[in-house]
């Protein structure tokens, strides 16, 4: 039996909030360097990454003698029991965000990892970004290819891993420091019948400051028939998968580029893995998705087709479901035309509402029914709220006004990654 000892924590959590508790740690589990987020004193509405010297002696040290990570009391005898995790992250001109998306991949808690750089055919200096980390880091790896696409990207970092675990990452998105740490721990709690866990994710924007956390899916467990309905997870950069079930799944689907549809790569691994495995998930925002205008997601008529190829194999797979594919669908092109809506882009709307007739001629008159009363039932909830906040018209300035705050008060909440800074 492994020894246990008791430690005191004092946590910094996101927004400013601090928790201090005693936890019981097994000798077999690594030490977390000093890694966490604080308020920024400079500017008390952000957030910021901070590291200490040991997050970059251990990141210097790689993941070799996992045993010196240890949790426990002096002369504890070692249990080499972490599984090997790897890091996957596709690059293409990504010079501007990957030296941020490595640093937070790099300043995870859980040690034993190994770290995968695809550099796909970049005209950039991203290579160059990379190896820079790469001298610092032994656990940083840089693949190089001719432009292939994110599914082939991925899909050959893969197949050069080492982990039983994989977990990929955008080259512009960040990670919080214990997103790996508590996915692993999820995934061994649950055994082999688990094939994915993974977290929420916060929206940021190019900067980094975090602009939206509403979406909180709960799904877990045998997830396939919500699946079927759209890609509840929601990107790339949440998720923890073994590499078994990558594997059994055929991984990413590299056919969707070749035919005009990049973009849904992962909700089709997704799907594939949960008919066969179960699906976990974290309830903490430990994943950030920057919006970044040259996104994939943001080609919403690319997107579209390549979520109409996935639901088709979906509803051949599964006929059984087929009308969950089907509203999948509808939904997916209704939330494209709100996205269109909402960029001011009235040339996308009407290429949307073209293909919309195209194939879909009935979903407009559903859509033409459904639309007064959703805005008359948004009207009545305004002017509810502003009763009872003492506002006597929904249409007042101080309604904007009072809007206006809480929208700069979310926006102000950033996402930094300091550097690392190595003292003794």
Request: aromatic share 6%; hydrophobic share 40%; net charge positive.
């Amino acid at each position: 039996m492994s020894s246990v000892n008791q430690r005191g924590l004092k946590i910094l959590e996101p927004f400013g909030f601090t928790r201090t508790y005693t936890t019981q740690a097994s000798a077999r589990e690594p030490s977390p360097p000093d890694v966490c987020f604080r308020r920024n004193p400079s500017s008390p509405g952000k957030i910021a990454f901070l590291r200490s010297s040991a997050a970059l002696n251990i990141a210097k040290d790689g993941p070799t003698d996992i045993s010196t990570w240890r949790m426990g009391e002096a002369g504890a005898e070692p249990e080499m029991s972490a599984p090997l995790v790897t890091a996957i992250i596709p690059a293409f001109n990504a010079n501007r965000t990957i030296d941020e998306t490595l640093t937070s991949v790099r300043g995870q808690t859980y040690r034993n990892i190994e770290i995968i750089v695809v550099d796909d055919g970049s005209t950039d200096d991203t290579a160059l970004r990379v190896e820079a980390h790469a001298r610092t880091d032994s656990r940083v790896r840089l693949i190089r290819q001719e432009n292939a696409g994110v599914a082939a990207a991925r899909n050959r970092a893969i197949a050069e891993s080492n982990g039983d675990f994989i977990s990929p990452i955008d080259a512009d998105d960040l990670w919080m420091p214990t997103k790996i740490e508590k996915q692993i721990a999820s995934m061994l709690a649950r055994g082999r019948k688990c094939g994915l866990v993974y977290t929420w994710q916060a929206i940021l924007d190019e900067q980094g400051r975090v602009i939206s956390t509403r979406n909180k899916p709960m799904e877990e467990g045998y997830v396939l028939t919500y699946m079927m309905i759209g890609n509840f997870i929601g990107g790339g950069s949440p998720t923890l998968m073994r590499k078994r079930a990558i594997m059994e799944a055929g991984g990413y689907d590299p056919s969707l580029r070749a035919r005009g549809a990049q973009g849904c790569e992962d909700f089709k691994l997704y799907l594939k893995i949960s008919e066969h495995y179960d699906v976990a998930i974290v309830k903490e925002f430990l994943t950030g998705y920057r919006c970044m205008p040259d996104r994939m997601s943001n080609d919403l008529l690319q997107m579209q087709r390549s979520h109409d190829l996935v639901t088709d194999y979906a509803e051949a797979a599964h006929p059984r479901y087929a009308k969950l594919a089907r509203d999948s669908r509808m939904y997916c092109r209704g939330s494209n035309l709100k996205k269109a809506v909402q960029l001011k882009s009235f040339r996308l709307l009407a290429d949307l509402l073209i293909d919309l007739i195209a194939h879909h001629p009935l979903y407009i008159i559903k859509l033409l029914f459904k639309m007064p009363r959703r805005a008359s039932r948004r009207i009545i909830l305004r002017i509810k709220n502003c009763r009872e906040s003492g506002i006597a018209s929904p249409f007042l300035p101080q309604l904007n006004k009072a809007s206006a705050v809480n929208l700069n008060m979310l926006g102000s909440a950033r996402l930094d990654v300091c550097d690392l800074v190595s003292t003794k």
